[in-house]
């Protein structure tokens, strides 16, 4: 037998050993996890949607009408109504001639990548990229350039040096999933301008948040022209499940014929898709909820800074809080009724272990002053200020 037990015992051994814990609730600012309720700090449901009466109605009509199962992929069973809905709005909504919709953010990046480029081309990856990137990167076979985070010198550097590749694809998170700190996409579009790049952005962290109508940052920095490939997902801020790459219209059919983790899946429930339909629409109604949150996030960041802690270069609503004891912290915050997740490598690089805090828009002032008060009591505590 594979010595599968011994491999798990050094997991647990570097206390590096992942569990799952029951949770009895929705993903609302309060769940009831492994038997207790907590107030939750580490959702990306960040605009409470996921919740939201209204998207479970539309939910439910849908599968009144379509039923549960979609019983085979969208090329071979027939494609539900409600997908061409959902993706002209998505084309609508971020700005560009088509969109097209794949299970998840995970299956979006391994199909999209896979199908860009291939062992004549070379690929430029921030660092701190998702890891739905370096497996879609994995996959392509392509030539593989990682440069430091941000470091548009590095990036430059390795630009210079790749024009024997017939294709280069830069490709970046918008706002960093573990560090919530934003690329620099001005820079990176001159870069491709100069170089003859093309870009592919990962919004899984900005959609619905951030530019006027929440379609993300490359709506904030102005650049939807210059950015070929955005991609994002549903199941953050928008609260429910799939993903998105919007793109001209023949990159749209160009991956309908060419992207594997598209062509050789079920495709998804009609309950998520009129969920999505829904979400979208409320995303653009409703701009309060967007600024609600990030001015979550800007009280909840700098009261942590106040405290004296690290929460890196964070913009947004993902807020890090970098210290040895984070295992430790997570646990005294969960007796402490608050549900915060450490995080350890390799998710995050060694010795940068965390809390990852994430804040809702649905979170109250009061809420939030408690959580800052059992932070700064733990932190006291650990000696961590
Ligand atoms: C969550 C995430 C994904 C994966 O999306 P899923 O829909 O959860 O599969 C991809 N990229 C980034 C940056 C993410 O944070």
């Known amino acids: 037998m594979f010595n599968l037990k011994e491999e798990l015992g050094n997991l647990e051994n570097k206390g590096l050993k992942r569990r799952l814990l029951p949770l009895e609730t929705s993903q609302g600012e309060e769940i009831v996890i492994a038997g207790k309720k907590c107030l939750n700090l580490c959702s990306n449901n960040y605009l409470g949607l996921a919740n939201d009466l209204r998207l479970e109605e539309a939910a439910i009509a849908a599968i009144k ?105 830069i490709i970046t998170d918008t706002v960093f999933s573990m560090d919530g700190d934003i690329a620099p996409l001005p820079k990176i579009a001159a870069l491709a301008k100069k170089y003859q790049a093309e870009i592919l952005v990962d919004e899984a962290h900005a959609t619905g948040i951030f530019g006027a109508t929440g379609s993300g940052m490359v709506e904030h920095f102005g650049l939807k022209a210059e950015i070929a490939f955005q991609m994002g997902t549903l199941s953050k801020a928008a609260g429910c499940f799939g993903a998105y790459i919007s793109a001209d219209k023949d990159a749209i059919d160009y991956f309908i014929n060419r992207a594997r983790s598209f062509i050789y899946t079920t495709s998804l429930p009609a309950a998520v898709l009129a969920a999505s339909i829904k979400a979208l629409e409320i995303i653009q109604a409703e701009p309060q909820r967007r600024k609600k949150l990030l001015a979550n996030a800007k009280f909840f960041r700098d009261s942590l800074k106040k405290l004296g802690l690290d929460t890196l270069d964070s913009e947004t609503q993902i807020i890090p809080v970098v210290l040895a004891e984070a295992v430790e912290f997570s646990r005294r915050l969960f007796k402490a009724g608050i549900f915060c997740s450490a995080i350890r490598p390799p998710t995050v690089p060694q010795n940068s272990s965390r809390l990852r805090i994430t804040v809702m828009a649905t979170h109250t002032g009061e809420q939030l002053e408690f959580a800052l008060e059992k932070i700064k009591e733990i932190a006291k505590e650990l000696g961590v200020i």
């Open 65 to 169: 009408e379509y039923g549960i199962g979609s019983g085979a992929s969208r090329l071979v069973s027939g494609n539900v109504r409600l997908y061409e809905k959902l993706e002209s709005d998505l084309a609508h909504f971020k700005g560009s001639e088509a969109s097209l919709v794949f299970n998840s953010g995970y299956s979006a990046n391994l199909g999209i990548i896979s199908s860009l480029v291939n062992e004549k081309d070379i690929i430029f990856s921030d660092k701190l990229n998702h890891a739905s990137i370096i497996d879609g990167i994995i996959l392509s076979r392509a030539e593989f350039r990682r440069y430091a985070h941000k470091d548009m010198e590095m990036l430059e550097a390795g630009l210079k040096g790749s024009a024997g590749f017939r294709r280069r694809l």
